[in-house]
């Protein structure tokens, strides 16, 4: 069955330290990855995407992700985390052959930056 | 540049009833998803539309159902409620033409249903 997981519920950072929201997926071949941040009471906003080629991908707001073929990881970072960025953080993939739109997501990562 | 709109914003119902879910594309966006999310959980996709016809489907019962019409727009139809359908319903678009394969989808702000 394809999934995708999200170990940790909840992390913790203070602001200015580097951040890291870890996400694993077991899709068969080559899925699309995708990062989306979730703040109260709205929808999803997309923050980047890995298709091909670099393993580092940048995104919006100074966020990037780093994709690990071996380990089946798509693990989102920033340099610097900010109280803005307290949020509640989904990966999600797409297979590639034979899909047309389901993206299947993890259960979410609630980022608490504190000041 | 309007992007995914939802409407109602929040709606309750009780158990048995029926209710529509409503969802304006992005501009320009001529695809439609419908995805579910329970509290606490990622969103789970029910369906996508394009050109009018139900192109994908998840592990979702039959009473939900959908439509898309000409100008892109879509409904989310759900029958015979149940408390378990308590939950943000989200609308997101894109586009076929675009190479949507490896497209984001966009989302809108979702409508909170609750069942009594």
């Known amino acids: 069955a394809q999934s995708v997981a999200q170990p940790e519920d909840q992390v913790n950072v203070a602001e200015g330290n580097p951040l890291t929201v870890k996400c694993t997926y077991s899709v068969s071949g080559n899925p699309y990855l995708f990062w989306y941040v979730q703040y109260p009471n709205r929808g999803l906003q997309f923050l980047l995407k890995y298709i091909t080629g670099d393993n580092l991908v940048k995104g919006s707001y100074g966020f990037e992700a780093e994709f690990n073929k071996s380990q089946t990881s798509f693990h989102l970072k920033k340099p610097s985390a900010l109280v803005s960025d307290s949020a509640l953080y989904f990966c999600?993939?797409?297979?590639?052959?034979?899909?047309?739109?389901?993206?299947?997501f993890g259960q979410g990562t609630t980022l608490q930056v504190k000041p | 540049d309007a992007g995914v709109t939802q409407s109602p914003t929040h709606l309750i119902k009780t158990r048995g009833q029926q209710v529509t879910l409503r969802c304006s594309p992005k501009s320009g966006h001529d695809t439609v998803s419908w995805y579910q999310q329970a509290l606490g959980q990622g969103p789970q996709f029910i369906f996508q539309?394009?050109?009018?016809?139900?192109?994908q489907r998840g592990n979702f019962p039959d009473r939900f159902s959908g439509h898309q019409f000409p100008n892109y727009s879509s409904e989310l139809n759900v029958n015979a409620l149940l408390l378990g359908d308590s939950a943000l319903y989200l609308c997101a678009s894109s586009n076929i033409q675009e190479g949507q394969y490896n497209q984001p989808q966009h989302f809108g702000d979702g409508t909170r249903l609750s069942i009594l």
């Open positions: 539309y394009y050109e009018e016809e139900e192109r």
């Open positions: 999600a993939v797409k297979g590639r052959i034979g899909n047309t739109g389901k993206l299947i």
